[in-house]
Structure formats: structure tokens, C-alpha cells
């Protein structure tokens, strides 16, 4: 009797494990690091996301009446984790996979074609998946790093002219720090600047005296930042210690957030950051965000975190993905669509003015619509600045120098493809 | 011919010709040096009185500074929240010595090692359900601690001197100062390295074992507060200061894991030697040469004098 009982808990419990994993539910894994040296950000990342696709599952009861997934996984920011994390999902059909990491996004772009579930890497990752006929299964919405780099390049331009420019260009250490040194190396004979690099290693990032010192011993006109976790507070600290001039230093969009400045407060006044989404609470996504989850305490995230920089991001990200599904949907005629569905979906979205409008992020974000053969979008940035107590937006959207990105992209994508053999292409119409 | 010029002379060139940027990476070097030194110093105090490297030093650094902004922010008066956070230190230090370190006498030195690492991860698990993973601001201006710079003009140009670093490198001396003394000339010291030769023999001349051990993990308390204040205050508080925290390593090795004026000398040849490396001869290995420069030299010593400039030579009998 005993055994009878206890065999027919395991059978039902396996059953309600089994169905609550495969079916009823659009499962949207999620990488985040809540924990380790990139924590701070990684957090704002994590929390604006899943709060958003919380916020859906209150509001609307899901996408097309079926309820979101969302499901975190930790990697602490390092790619043998995030591996772990992505094998984890194998099976159970996840939609969309988001690593939040350019190293776990190189470890996992191989996999995707075989798991026949998209990649998404919203302003990160390798810029060359924005040529969608080489890489169908990967996807970095609304811009790439190639495209970033020439948007920064173009609005020192605009300041001083390129030629003659001296630029220094600090950078973590990483796959991500050193993704767009083939746009300098390109630019810099073309437009007659010279540039110099300065790679910050992970565990030096909290102590960057000697990379400070040789700024001042090279004395660029401009420094151009690729920077996460407590890497950006410590530079521009090392910036401000070292007598360096603010308003010549440009962050990317990594390296420009309110958890970055937040703590240096009025001295930071003047440092300047790329980015691709507008801040502040007045969106009627955010408010939403704000009514049906924070307020109602299903978040991590206190009350100051809607708004910032790396949170309305973060809500952007799972707002694309949002769409992509509904789009998926609406295409196939399937509620639970599959990681094949959500691909087509990510190509046919449309997130046009009105569009945005009618989704609350009208004025946060630039239009965007999904294509086969480009996967990167508008590839706009504008400038902001850090005004000693908050980011302020100081240009219109800045377009990258798109022939120069192409071309760069095209050939990045052909030489992945060819160093990968039987790499999986497709033809767009 | 290109590289031996970029070896042997384009560096002395520069140093001459830009003699303010010589000193200012002398004294910037000096001033890591010491808060490396002092992150070492926790090691050291742990290693003398157990014989053990203790993994979990760098996370009692990030502890501390989040606890006394924890403090601070509750509405605790800054001074005070420095007391609190010593007290909690105390608690802490009993506690590792009845819920570990006790269980554990005269156990494998391994074994010693492995506790510390577990420590550390319950430390960080701990830490981050109560504190959150947002990075934070020091309270050292709360603290009376200076900040500003003043430029010393030299040579045409000038070097520039952070208060803040000023008072880090006082502090650090200072402390480093009377800690030697004390675990030199007190009974607890010369009670300290009996306990690390041997936990039973001290024990069989009465030495309280207990008692060492609870002082010491006290004690590399203190160090890790002092270290959280002022690098902390030097970029942020977040769970990244740990990572600081095992640059100590190739100190250790440089200075010898038994002595505390070791410490402060393999930091200071660290944070000398990889600013002027980096600087002037890191431009000819594409820069970033600061990140393995330490470990470097620390390879060096560890060929040819393993027990580190005034570690303690072992020699066994046969």
C-alpha cells in the first residue's frame, strides 16, 4: 500500500513537473548575474526584464491569453555558466535565449542553429549577427557595437573633427572589450586619427592608476569607453583624479548607466555615454510596470529602479520580445509557439510609431522593425550626459556610419562563416 | 634594434622627460602599495596563527564596508557604526572559532583551507540577502576622513596628491606599525607563532588556542574594515572588492606569508614596480602588462625564494 502510494505521488508529481515545463506556458529563459563583480548592473538587467514580462502576465494575462515563463538563470557574467544554463533549457522549449553576455553569447551562437531557438542580444554580442543571411538564429536588435563605435566616432566629429584627434580607447578585457577595435583600426587611417588601447582585466578592474597614468602620459583629445560592472565608476574617478576633461570622455552604453554615476554624484558632471533608450518613469509602460508589479511587491527591484537607464533597457529587451511572440503568433495561428516560431517572429515584428505608441514606449526608443536580412535595425545612438545627479540627453539620435558598418559587418559575418564549416545561412527575399 | 631601443632607452627617456609623470607613478605606486600591503596583512594573521591561506579574507572586506554603510544608512552616527561593526566582527570571530575552527584542530592543513573557502561563499550568500547587489557609496567623508587634491608643481608640470590617498597610506602605515609591534613584542604573538608551528604543543604549554584564534580572526576584522574603507572610497562598495582582495597573493609570496613588514614590502615593490612597468615598458607587450606583472615576479620568487623575502625558512629533519 505504502509503495502503491508513494509510486503514484512520484507518477503525478512527474506529470505536473512534465506538463508545467512543455506546455500551457511560453517559456522565456533569461541569463542574469545577480551575483559577482558585474552584480550592480547585471541586477538593473535582470529586474527590468523579468519585471516587464511579470507586468504582461498581470495586465493581459500573458501574450495571445497565454502566460509567460520567465525563467532566471545564474551566471555570475562568466561563459562556462552561462553554457550550463543554456544546456539546462534543452528540451523543454525555450523561445528566445538572452545571455546577457557577448562571452556567453560566442560560446552559444554555434548551438543555436542545431536547438533551432533564436538568440537575442539586445546592443551586445557579435555585431556581425546583424547580417541575418549568415546568422538566421541570432538577432542584436536595435544596434550593434561595429555601428555603436562609428555613431561615437561621428559625434566626435561633430565636436572637433576626426583628423588629427588623438583617442584613447579603455576597454574590459573581454570579448565585448575588444568587439569594436576593428572599427578603429579601420577609421583611423581613413578619417587621420590615431587611437591607443587600454585593456582593463577583470580583477584590475577597481584599480586603474596605471591605465590613468598612461592617459597622461599619452594626453588624447578624446577617451572612449567599453566598460561594465564597477569598471565604469573606477574610471571615471581615475579620470577625474587625473585631471582628465569630462566632457571628452564618452562612455558606451554599457558604461553609461545611473548605477555607473549614481555614486560619484556632482563630480561626475560632465562624462558623457552612448545609449539607445531614454530614461525616466514617465513612459506609460514604465507606469505600468510600476502599478502591476512593483507596487505590488512582485519585484527585486526597489522603488528606484524603474526609470534608470539599465532597467528601461531591460524593459525594452523583454518588450521586443514581447512582440516577437505576439508577431509569432499571430503569423503561425499557434498560441504556444516554438523556438521555430518565435525566429519568424523576430523577422516580421513591426514596432513603428504607433506601435510604440499603443505598447507605452512612444519617446523612449526609436521605431524599429524585424527583417530577415538585417538583424541589428536602425543601429541609432544618441550622446547623454551625466548632469551631477542624472543623464541628459544632449543630441538627436546619431545614425552610424552605416556604408562603413555594412561593409565591416558583411565581411565579419562571411569570415565567421567560413571559419565555422557547414555553418546553417539562409537566402532573405 | 627598434626593441632594444623600446627596452633600454625610449623608457629612461620618458622618465627624464616627463620627470612630474615619474613621480606622480612613484607616488601612485606607493599609495597601492601599502593598501596592498594591508590587504596582505589579513592574510598574514590568519596564516601565523593557523598556518593556513584564508580564502575568505577578500569577502570579510566587502562585509565590513557593507556593514558600515548598512549602519550608516539605518541612522547609526558614522563613529559608531564603526563600533557596531567591530562588535559584529567580534561575533563573527567567536563564531568561526566554536562552529569551525575548534571542530578542526590538528586536522590536515587542507582541510584548514577548504573550511575557508566554504566560509567565503556563506559569507557572500549571507552578504548579498542582506545587503542586495547594488554597489554603494563609502561614508568616509562621514568619517572625518579628507578629500580633495592640492598639485604640487614640479618641472613644468605637476603631481597630483588625493587627501584621501594621503590618509590611506598613513592609516595603513600606522597600522601595520603597531600591529608588528604587537604580535612581536606581546605574549599573544609569541603565542600566535606557537599555535602555527604546532596546535597540540601549544596547547600542552597552556597556550589557549581558542583565545588566539578568536583575537586573530578579530584582529584580520579590523585590517579588513581599514582595507574596505579606503579602497572602497577609491572606486565603490560593491561584491568586486573582493577581487582586489587576492592581489594579496603575489605579495604573500614576494613578502613571505609569516611576516607582517613583509607584507608592506611585497606591496610596495607591487604597486611600485607594476605602475613604472606598465607605463613605461608596457606600451612594447601592448599594455595591460599590470595584470600579470605581480604574478610575474611573484613566479620569480617562488623559483628562487620560496619562502618569500622574510618568510620563515622551513627545515624539516629527517
Redesign the interface.
Known amino acids: 500500500m505504502k509503495k502503491t502510494i508513494i509510486s503514484a505521488f512520484v507518477a503525478i508529481s512527474t506529470l505536473i513537473t512534465t506538463v508545467g515545463m512543455s506546455f500551457g506556458d511560453l517559456l522565456v529563459p533569461v541569463m542574469t548575474y545577480r551575483v559577482g563583480p558585474f552584480a550592480a548592473n547585471g541586477t538593473q538587467n535582470a529586474n527590468g526584464f523579468v519585471d516587464y514580462l511579470t507586468m504582461l502576465n498581470e495586465r493581459d494575462g500573458g501574450i495571445g491569453g497565454v502566460k509567460i515563463k520567465v525563467e532566471e538563470c545564474e551566471t555570475g557574467y562568466k561563459a562556462e555558466k552561462g553554457v550550463e544554463c543554456y544546456e539546462s533549457y534543452r528540451g523543454k522549449n525555450p523561445l528566445v535565449h538572452t545571455p546577457n553576455s557577448t562571452g556567453i553569447t560566442l560560446q552559444i551562437l554555434a548551438k543555436a542553429p542545431e536547438d533551432k531557438t533564436p538568440i537575442l542580444t539586445m546592443g551586445y554580442g557579435l555585431s556581425a549577427a546583424a547580417k541575418g543571411e549568415t546568422f538566421p538564429w541570432a538577432f542584436n536588435y536595435p544596434t550593434s557595437y561595429f555601428s555603436q563605435m562609428t555613431s561615437i566616432l561621428k559625434y566626435i566629429d561633430s565636436q572637433t573633427g576626426l583628423k588629427d584627434q588623438k583617442i584613447g580607447f579603455i576597454f574590459l578585457e573581454s570579448g565585448y572589450g575588444r568587439e569594436p577595435i576593428p572599427v578603429l583600426e579601420q577609421l583611423a587611417p581613413k578619417f587621420g586619427f590615431e587611437y591607443f588601447l587600454l585593456p582593463v582585466a577583470g580583477k584590475d578592474a577597481q584599480n586603474q592608476s596605471s591605465h590613468w597614468l598612461t592617459v597622461r602620459k599619452e594626453k588624447p583629445d578624446w577617451m572612449i569607453m567599453w566598460g561594465w560592472g564597477v569598471m565604469n565608476p573606477t574610471a571615471v574617478k581615475a579620470a577625474i583624479k587625473s585631471r582628465y576633461p569630462l566632457d571628452r570622455f564618452v562612455g558606451n552604453w554599457w558604461s553609461a548607466g545611473d548605477v555607473d554615476l549614481g555614486p560619484i554624484g556632482e563630480a561626475g558632471k560632465g562624462y558623457k555615454g552612448a545609449t539607445f533608450n531614454a530614461t525616466g518613469t514617465d513612459f506609460p509602460a514604465v507606469q505600468d510596470v510600476i502599478k502591476h508589479v512593483v507596487s505590488k511587491g512582485l519585484t527585486k527591484t526597489g522603488s528606484e529602479g524603474p526609470g534608470t537607464v539599465l532597467y528601461n533597457r531591460a524593459m525594452w529587451n523583454a518588450a521586443l520580445i514581447a512582440e516577437a511572440i505576439k508577431t509569432a503568433q499571430d503569423i503561425t495561428g499557434k498560441k504556444e509557439i516554438t523556438g521555430e516560431d518565435m525566429r519568424i517572429g523576430l523577422e516580421n515584428f513591426v514596432l513603428d510609431e504607433a506601435r510604440l505608441k499603443e505598447l507605452g514606449f512612444a519617446g523612449m526608443v526609436a521605431p524599429i522593425v524585424g527583417s530577415c536580412k538585417d538583424h541589428e535595425g536602425a543601429g541609432a545612438a544618441f550622446i547623454q550626459q551625466w548632469d551631477g545627479s542624472k543623464w541628459v540627453k544632449i543630441t538627436d539620435a546619431i545614425d552610424p556610419m552605416k556604408d562603413i558598418a555594412q561593409e565591416m559587418l558583411t565581411k565579419a559575418a562571411a569570415q565567421y562563416a567560413s571559419n565555422n564549416a557547414g555553418w546553417t545561412t539562409q537566402t532573405c527575399n | 634594434m627598434d626593441l632594444l631601443i623600446g627596452i633600454f632607452i625610449t623608457p629612461f627617456a ?1 622618465m627624464i622627460g ?1 620627470p612630474d ?1 615619474f613621480f ?2 612613484l607616488w ?1 605606486g606607493f ?2 602599495g601599502t593598501l596592498y600591503g594591508l590587504i596582505a596583512l589579513g592574510f598574514v594573521l590568519i596564516f601565523k596563527a593557523s598556518g593556513v591561506f584564508n580564502f575568505a579574507q577578500p569577502i570579510l572586506v566587502v562585509l565590513a564596508a557593507l556593514a558600515l554603510i548598512s549602519f550608516y544608512k539605518m541612522g547609526v552616527p558614522a563613529w559608531i557604526s564603526v563600533v557596531l561593526v567591530l562588535i559584529m566582527f567580534y561575533a563573527l570571530a567567536w563564531l568561526i572559532e566554536r562552529l569551525i575552527l575548534r571542530k578542526l584542530v590538528n586536522t590536515d592543513g587542507n582541510i584548514l583551507f577548504m573550511s575557508t573557502v566554504a566560509l567565503s561563499f556563506i559569507i ?1 550568500g549571507a552578504a ?1 540577502w542582506i545587503f ?6 563609502m561614508i568616509h567623508k562621514e568619517l572625518g576622513i579628507p578629500t580633495g ?1 592640492f598639485e604640487w608643481p614640479m618641472f613644468g608640470g605637476g603631481v ?1 596628491f ?1 587627501l584621501l590617498d594621503i590618509s590611506a597610506a598613513v592609516v595603513a602605515v600606522i597600522l601595520i606599525v603597531c600591529l608588528g609591534l604587537f604580535f612581536s613584542r606581546t605574549k599573544i604573538g609569541r603565542g600566535l607563532r606557537a599555535v602555527a608551528d604546532d596546535h597540540q604543543a601549544a596547547l600542552s604549554v597552556g597556550i589557549s588556542l581558542n583565545q588566539i584564534w578568536v583575537i586573530v580572526w578579530f584582529v584580520a576584522g579590523v585590517v579588513a574594515l581599514v582595507t574596505g574603507i579606503f ?1 572602497g572610497a ?3 562598495v ?7 582582495g ?2 594579496a597573493l603575489p605579495v604573500l609570496i614576494i613578502g613571505g606569508f609569516t611576516s607582517v613588514p613583509g607584507a608592506i614590502v611585497g606591496g610596495l615593490m607591487i604597486g611600485i614596480g ?2 613604472i612597468f ?2 613605461y615598458w ?2 612594447l607587450l ?3 602588462v ?2 600579470w606583472f605581480a604574478y610575474f615576479i611573484a613566479l620569480g620568487f617562488l623559483l628562487f625564494k620560496p619562502q618569500g623575502l622574510f618568510g620563515d625558512k622551513i627545515i624539516e629533519r629527517v
Open positions: 620618458e616627463l609623470l606622480q607613478a601612485d599609495v597601492s557572500i548579498q542586495g547587489g547594488r554597489p554603494s557609496s587634491s597630483y588625493d579602497w577609491r572606486s565603490d560593491s561584491f568586486a572588492l573582493q577581487i582586489i587576492f592581489k607594476e605602475k606598465e607605463i608596457g606600451p601592448g599594455s595591460g599590470e595584470g
